[in-house]
């Protein structure tokens, strides 16, 4: 059964930011936001635009964590796997970057591909969901909305 279900992809659609966080040998942790992704099969896809240390530590630890969130709605996903890293010279690049080009659009150079082999996904519920579970989230996002004087193009 895939890890991937039509949910979290449709979040992954949605979603305008991700959090990609790795750590190094040692095990000292490091958290990049990336604008670049996409879901493509069970993994997800992150393009490596101005990633050193991600870069770095994917080479010397494969486990990750890609976050995405909802900021209005404050729900989202944790996406945990195996990372790998597809250079241009890879077989794979061309089929993986399609998605990540359209993102672009030729914009940004995209140096080589974060590919997270997703293993396990779980939700993220910010804590008022889970103290007021019978909630409305249309409610949560209007309180959201008014909290941070954000207008509501969707509404």
């Not at 992704?37 to 069970?42: R, V």
């Not at 399609?98 to 993102?103: G, K």
């Not at 996904?121 to 309180?143: L, Q």
Request: aromatic share 6%; net charge negative; charged share 25%.
């Amino acid at each position: 059964m895939p890890v991937l279900t039509d949910d979290i992809r449709a979040a992954i659609d949605r979603a305008v930011l991700c959090w990609l966080a790795t750590a190094d040998a040692d095990g000292h942790p490091n958290v990049s936001p990336k604008e670049v992704f996409a879901a493509l099969e069970d993994d997800v896809v992150i393009a490596h635009i101005a990633s050193p240390r991600s870069l770095r530590n994917v080479r010397e630890n494969p486990r990750a964590c890609v976050s995405l969130l909802e900021v209005f709605e404050q729900t989202g996903w944790k996406l945990t796997g195996r990372a790998s890293i597809v250079e241009p010279g890879d077989p794979a690049f061309a089929r993986l970057a399609v998605p990540l080009e359209a993102i672009t659009e030729g914009a940004y150079p995209i140096k080589a591909i974060f590919r997270v082999a997703v293993e396990r996904a779980e939700p993220i519920v910010a804590p008022s969901s889970w103290m007021y579970p019978e909630r409305d989230p249309a409610v949560t996002r209007a309180a959201v909305l008014r909290r941070y004087g954000v207008v509501d193009a969707e509404g």
